[in-house]
């Protein structure tokens, strides 16, 4: 590959990480689909030829213990939810170019050829490790088979993952007091003789591959507690009937694929043919268009890999991908793009609480795909979190796309229409041409920043200018003459809105393509197009966007705050269930403190005037506060739980007397109050002034 800007001469593959065939779609699901979708299209705005390729994931634990629970084989369940992926991604304009799953032949196939290699590299190695078994079932566990406690941070995990603390992969035989998840009785350890891949083979590759690798900060900076430590070496076998069969072993399978007459043969850890699928879908696309080279890009190295993951699965990107690669002879990745999660006003998204919105649900309540798409790549940064409610969705679809970019393209070409038949004759200001030129300049810059946000920001901004500039011209004051070029000028700006945010809003910016007269579609244009002559007629245009009334927004929120109750009341059999029990709560400290100990704290109100990341840090923003006496600036743990573009005007309490430090480089003078592992920011029931003491 060849690390320069976009558009480089090298044929470019996105993926998206895989969605799990274990259960329905909902908008967290959602985001990272739609922003590689939106950066793919992006990149071929640039010039760039680019292709988008993922499948569904069909192996795994979870699984094969939820098609047992329905009496059903895995391959049954995990299809049926694979198929209903295929039908759910394209309603939201979400436009791969292959898509597959990790069952099916060529992944098999080439997952099998991926463990040859690393045997005949001397990169695989068998030992005899701790694996928990249920004697009670006569059953080993694998993975979510088991369960019990972190031994890193001490919290409840699952077999594989600690899902509930630190977050950190879990091989077999580590998590202690495992308990059986089939029987709920506790699990013994047995010692049994399991297949491993050295990654301290590939450490000093892995070093050098995170301080080259291009994407989002939080996937540049999270792994190198590992790549930098001692790397421990990937179980990649489980003890498991489902899944792809290690290399050269036999087994007997019936026709649902699973393990006959009660062979206990290994098979492949799910995180080994998962991202293979990335190659597998790449290869599918290479064969049946026969326009694009996959052993180029994946094995030469002349491409560029882009990969687009939740950050819960950055240690499986960062650091067992890139050496499976290294190991198999296999190009690296360019860039991995790391998405912050979705919370549900201000909560984390739950799906056993039903406090989610769900792919379906929301295409049933009438909403177009493109203002979902539109809001999910552009609320947040990348690695910040999005949080998504009714309100703000409502307001980013009223305030952005109807007010600013829906009136102004309809107001624009209805002028134009009517009072010229299309685009006037006349030459585009120089003044309008230079706006544009920059618009072009700083899309570009975006998108090789990998920020979407300011991607898409840039086209709406643009819309903006169109309309402040129709609004300062006044052309219906105009007589023919003197509004041509003021028409001419809108009629381009429309066009250049449109090429600029197809790959957010595609369907709408195809709308307004064939409003302008265009061939084709709106897909087919580059950022070159964006200066380039609109047709000269084109018939009267359609408004694009229609608002989300208030009442519509309470009727929304009314319908979500019923789904969490009823979720909780079946949760609670019957009882009561309050939305406190969503946090297990710490205690209350025994040791008191004295009126005056208190009184020691100057705790002031203070409005955040500005709010950025730091670079290199994960969770930590430099915020410019106000205090009344001085602007502070505060270093706060805020980064992945707040959209930082929306803190600038907030009210909040500082602690103003705390002595300073310095984190990541940055002096901290002071600390803001926040609640909860949220970081819910303390603030004001009225609006006191910055400065006023908190008592």
Same mark, same amino acid.
């Given at each position: ?324 690669? *290294?190991? /198999? +002879?296999?190009?690296?990745?360019? #860039?991995?793009? &790391?998405?912050? !999660?979705? @919370?549900?006003?201000?909560? =984390? ?50 305030? *952005?796309? /109807? +007010?600013?970019?829906?009136?102004? #393209?309809?107001? &624009?070409?209805? !002028?134009? @229409?009517?009072?010229?038949? =299309? ?50 011209? *006044? ?7 003197? #509004? ?212």
């Amino acid at each position: 590959m060849t690390y320069e800007d976009f558009p480089t001469d090298d044929q470019t593959v996105v993926t998206a990480g895989l969605p799990y065939a274990n259960g329905d779609l909902h908008i967290g699901h959602l985001r990272s689909y739609v922003n590689a979708d939106a950066f793919t299209r992006g990149l071929r705005k640039l010039g760039q030829d680019a292709i988008y390729v993922c499948g569904s994931d069909m192996h795994g634990t979870p699984i094969a213990v939820n098609a047992a629970e329905e009496g059903v084989s895995p391959e049954e369940f995990a299809l049926r939810h694979h198929e209903q992926y295929e039908e759910t991604f394209p309603k939201f304009n979400v436009d791969f170019d292959q898509y597959g799953h990790t069952h099916d032949e060529t992944n098999t196939q080439l997952t099998k050829e991926f463990v040859r290699t690393w045997e005949e590299n001397g990169h695989v190695f068998e030992k005899e490790i701790d694996v928990a078994y249920d004697p009670d079932a006569d059953q080993w566990l694998p993975d979510r088979y088991v369960e019990g406690t972190c031994p890193y941070c001490g919290e409840h995990a699952r077999g594989d993952e600690c899902d509930e603390g630190c977050q950190r992969h879990l091989e077999p035989g580590e998590i202690e007091d495992p308990v059986s998840s089939l029987t709920g009785n506790p699990a013994e350890y047995r010692r049994r003789e399991h297949k491993f891949l050295r990654l301290s083979d590939m450490q000093e590759h892995l070093q050098g591959f995170i301080n080259r690798m291009e994407g989002t900060s939080n996937a540049q900076n999270q792994p190198r507690e590992w790549i930098e430590g001692e790397l421990q070496d990937l179980c990649i076998t489980r003890d498991l009937d489902w899944g792809i069969d290690y290399p050269g072993e036999s087994v007997a399978r019936d026709d649902s694929g699973e393990a006959a007459n009660g062979s206990d043969d290994l098979v492949l850890y799910v995180w080994v043919d998962a991202p293979i699928e990335y190659v597998s879908t790449t290869k599918q696309y290479s064969e049946r268009t026969g326009d694009f080279d996959w052993e180029t890009v994946w094995k030469d190295g002349d491409g560029e890999i882009v990969h687009v993951i939740g950050r819960d699965i950055i240690q499986h990107h960062t650091v067992y991908w890139p050496a499976m690669l *290294e190991a /198999a +002879d296999y190009a690296e990745p360019r #860039a991995v793009c &790391a998405t912050g !999660f979705v @919370n549900i006003d201000g909560k =984390g998204l739950s799906t056993s609480k039903n406090r989610a919105i769900w792919a379906e649900e929301y295409l049933d309540e009438g909403f177009h795909p493109d203002l979902l798409r539109y809001y999910m790549a552009t609320a947040s940064g990348f690695e910040q979190d999005v949080n998504f409610s009714w309100d703000r969705f409502a307001e980013r679809v009223n305030s *952005e796309l /109807a +007010d600013v970019v829906g009136n102004f #393209a309809y107001r &624009a070409l209805l !002028f134009a @229409n009517r009072n010229f038949g =299309g685009t006037p004759e006349a030459a585009v200001s120089d003044d309008v041409e230079t706006e544009i030129a920059q618009a072009m300049d700083d899309y570009e810059d975006a998108l090789n920043d990998y920020d979407l946000k300011s991607a898409g920001e840039r086209a709406v901004a643009l819309a903006r200018y169109g309309n402040e500039y129709i609004q300062r011209n *006044e052309p219906w004051k105009l007589d023919d003459d003197e #509004a041509a070029p003021v028409i001419r000028d809108c009629v381009q700006l429309v066009k250049a809105v449109a090429v600029l945010l197809q790959p957010f809003t595609p369907e709408k910016a195809d709308e307004v393509w064939a409003q302008l007269g265009e061939d084709g579609s709106a897909a087919d244009a580059t950022v070159g197009d964006c200066l380039q002559a609109p047709p000269a007629e084109f018939g009267e245009p359609e408004e694009l966007f229609t608002k989300v009334e208030d009442d519509r927004v309470e009727e929304l929120d009314e319908k979500l705050q019923a789904k969490i109750e009823a979720a909780s009341t079946d949760e609670g059999d019957g009882e009561d269930v309050s939305e406190a029990s969503d946090t297990e709560l710490e205690p209350l400290a025994d040791e008191r403190i004295t009126f005056e100990d208190f009184q020691s704290l100057d705790l002031r109100v203070g409005e955040i005037q500005s709010a950025e990341g730091i670079e290199g840090a994960d969770d930590l923003a430099r915020l410019e506060v106000d205090v009344g006496h001085e602007v502070r600036q505060i270093v706060a743990g805020i980064k992945q739980l707040h959209d930082l573009d929306d803190l600038p005007g907030k009210r909040v309490v500082v602690v103003a007397n705390l002595e300073k430090a310095e984190l990541f480089g940055v002096e901290s003078n002071g600390m803001v109050l926040a609640a909860g592992e949220d970081a819910d920011l303390l603030t004001t029931h009225e609006d006191s002034e910055p400065g006023t003491k908190v008592k």
